[in-house]
């Protein structure tokens, strides 16, 4: 029977966490340092929870198809665009290349990035062409242009804060690659509250851009699987037919639209964010890669990133080994910033293995 599971689709990466989660709680860690998943350390505050509560009363309804409660709070946060959204992220990644891509339609990744794009791309019978970025894992937009024109991708994926590396592509970039190709370009914004930079303005002026979105991060809302995307006026339609029918529900929406109305909380988290990002670059005995989202990656050799993991689970540490990524070696980890103890923790191991 299990010749008819398409094999296409291993997510991975989770799983990692879990497995240093287990050998931190073997090691007697019963609240080790969590530092794998890029979360936000902090539950949301009362002004969120409480009408994500009070939304439950309304369970024995289907949810609001149109999102009307979400999509108005999104206008006033973020202006007059067109939105779509998703249960997370990934939903909104998942959903657009069901909108767009066909068998053996091309896809082009900028590598090393989130592996969630090949995989769905692949999944739906597209052709994954991997652009490899620099060498300090800056984008070579040349390349990327000329193999994204030449190839005729119909969807390009950049990601800006990029996962796991950090860097931020600037503007002036994006805008080359969206004046160069034929096809959509999907920018991955789940980092974006964490750098100085800001791409919405660019939707005033292309109709083949699509900015991603999480509530995952920033607005400490991972639990709650809600993502977005800002779209072209003329995409929203074809978006909102290849998705499935009350994707969202009733809590999760509430609950992300009152984050977004009530999103002063995350400012302390913002600051300890930008504080521990200098820390850990400086006070790093390896090199670093990063310093735009809310994690850095460290070059661990002569170590296996995947040895460093099991090495700080031991130690109560739990961190992501990068070797999953497609076009890295095998010796980074990814590591978000937590709380300050578990900061302070990390870095006291990390200088000492
Ligand atoms: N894009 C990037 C770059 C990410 O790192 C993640 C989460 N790890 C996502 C998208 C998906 O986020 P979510 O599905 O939680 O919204």
Redesign the pocket.
Known sequence: MKDLIRPAYNAGGYVFATKAADIARSAGYERPARLA??ENPYPPPPEVLEPAGAALQNANRYPDECSMNLRAALKEKFGNFSYVSG???????ETVIRTTIGKGDKVVVSTP??S?YRLAARAYGGEVIDVPRNDDFSVDIGRLSDEAADSGAKLIFL?SP??PTGNVIPKNDVEKILKSIDGMLFL?N??VDFCDEDYIPLMNKYDNLII?R????YYAL?GM???FGIVPGWFEEYYERAQTPFVLNTVSMAAAAAALRNDSYTARYLSIVREWRERFINESPYPTSGGGANFVMFDVSPYKGDEVVEMLARRGVIVRSCASFPGLGDHYIRVSIGEPWENEIFLKELNSL
């Open positions: 998943s890029n249960v997370g992220m990934d939903g909104v990644i990035t989130f969630f990601c990029n996962n991955d789940a980092y991603g999480t509530m995952s991060k991972a699987r809600v993502g």
